[in-house]
């Protein structure tokens, strides 16, 4: 590459830009990979912004991270706790009231809200 594509490269605006199109969770590593660097007194540069993405590849492609990718947390929740089976519900209200009274106090609801359905 030439010097001049390498310095845009190297500019920070443009590893900014690099750094938002990685995943959220990536992001934060980054920011502390780059912060370990500034710490040693020098600005990060491209070469380290492709040591992080390899290093993270590399990671993410493990034999071991394969359980973790291979289904969302939501879903790990949802079977851990068996959320997902159909869980049978019945709701029983006791009104006191009979058929005729109940459906007079719908109407009488529905004429004083306002609302053409109860």
Not at 50 to 55: D, E, H, Y
Not at 90 to 102: D, N, W
């Amino acid at each position: 590459m030439g010097t001049e594509c390498v310095s845009n490269l190297n500019h920070s605006g443009t590893l900014r830009k690099l750094s938002k199109k990685l995943p959220f969770f990536f992001q934060g590593k980054l920011v502390e990979s780059a912060s370990q660097i500034i710490k040693k007194e020098r600005k990060p540069v491209f070469v380290d912004f492709l040591k992080f993405v390899k290093s993270r590849a590399r990671l993410v492609n493990n034999v071991f991270a394969g359980d973790l990718l291979s289904s969302t947390p939501r879903e790990k929740i949802m079977s851990d706790k068996k959320i997902n089976q159909p869980v049978s519900r019945v709701v029983t209200m006791a009104t006191g009231l009979t058929q005729e009274q109940s459906s007079q106090q719908k109407e009488e609801a529905r004429l004083a809200l306002g609302w053409g359905f109860v």
